[in-house]
């Protein structure tokens, strides 16, 4: 089967390669499924360069989830070939047969198609998470959100917005961040940075809740424009500087720094993994997410999509297809 594997660690893409390799043998307990969609997050561009704190012994092949069609499964697993599937794994979702835990699968609702489905799990587990469990979000709280145009902030915004919450979207892209009010109407915007004031005017006082997948300045200007008692859940680096915080600021003001890392909150805590998950598919099956796929690409133009992530040209979700 073909699939992109990683064969070298390197900057700008040179050891990653669309290579022939043996089909995945399926271990009891998961599932063998016919990928039809699988959707690049940032992780997994980190991953090539081994800048993500999960370093896979080489070759290894990325992506974190697959949507298809299954394949072969245990006769106890509640799934059965031809199911339409959605799967999260760490690792192995860019390639055309993939095996993943059938723990960690979710039927696809009739309502979405397979690129849909895909755009879901990473980054809606991570805004869940950050919110959530995190964060208590309580309705009507005013909750920032930066880099509001890509994967995990696009989702955060529709997400919090389902919930009740009042949104305010950031991005340095205000030609990307005019998509965001088309799309989840109400959403206030505006530039990041430069935003603190903004903040406080529209909040009346500060934000309830800040998420955070830059860093770097948008976290200090954060730390300006948050609520006594507020959640600045820290998310990622996307900027490229780790902001650091200077611990007189949450003293005086009350709030908390939160790190956010979706899959090992699961891991630590399986029960509450499993109820995150199936809490996310319930709104999906209903209809109250609105996930945005980007852009599709064929699995041989994984180049262009890696491009696009590395660029933060898009806005929403990636997604990859045989």
């Known amino acids: 089967m073909r699939a992109v594997r990683v064969s070298a660690l390197s900057a700008d893409l040179s050891g990653v390669a669309l290579d022939d390799i043996a089909e995945p043998m399926r271990a009891p307990g998961q599932l063998l499924v016919r990928m039809r969609a699988t959707s690049l997050n ?8 081994g800048e993500y704190q999960l370093k896979p012994p080489l070759p290894f092949v990325p992506g974190m989830e697959v949507a298809g069609d299954v394949i072969e499964a245990d006769a106890a697993s509640g799934f ?67 880099g509001a145009t890509g994967g995990v902030g696009l989702a955060a915004v529709d997400l919090a917005q389902a919930l009740g919450a009042r949104v305010i979207a950031t991005s340095r892209s205000l030609e990307k961040l005019r998509v965001v009010p088309d799309t989840y ?82 891991r630590r805590y399986p029960r509450l993994g499993t109820e995150n998950l199936d809490a996310i598919w319930a709104m999906a099956g209903e209809g109250r997410l609105r996930p945005r796929v980007h852009a599709i690409h064929a699995l041989a133009e994984w180049r262009d999509a890696f491009a696009a992530m590395a660029a933060a040209t898009h806005v929403g979700k990636i997604v990859l297809v045989p």
Do not use: Q
């Not at 940032?42 to 360069?49: N, V």
């Not at 609702?109 to 990473?122: C, H, K, N």
């Open 185 to 266: 109407t109400a959403v206030a915007t505006l530039p990041a940075p430069g935003f603190r004031d903004a903040v406080r005017d529209l909040t009346g006082g500060g934000a309830d809740i800040v998420v955070d997948p830059v860093g770097g300045d948008v976290f200090d200007e954060s730390t300006r424009c948050i609520a006594f008692g507020g959640r600045l859940m820290v998310v990622g680096f996307v900027s490229g500087r780790i902001a650091t915080l200077p611990t007189n600021i949450a003293l005086i003001k009350g709030f908390s720094v939160i790190g956010v890392r979706a899959g090992e909150y699961a």
């Open 42 to 49: 940032y992780p997994d561009l980190l991953m090539t360069r």
């Open 80 to 146: 059965a070939p031809g199911d339409r599937v959605v799967c999260g794994t760490r690792l192995a979702a860019f390639a055309e047969i993939v095996a993943c835990d059938a723990s960690a699968a979710r039927l696809i609702p009739p309502r979405l198609d397979y690129a849909t489905a895909a755009s879901i799990g990473v980054v809606y587990l991570t805004a869940y998470v950050a919110l959530v469990r995190l964060g208590a979000l309580a309705t009507d709280d005013w909750v920032l959100v930066h």
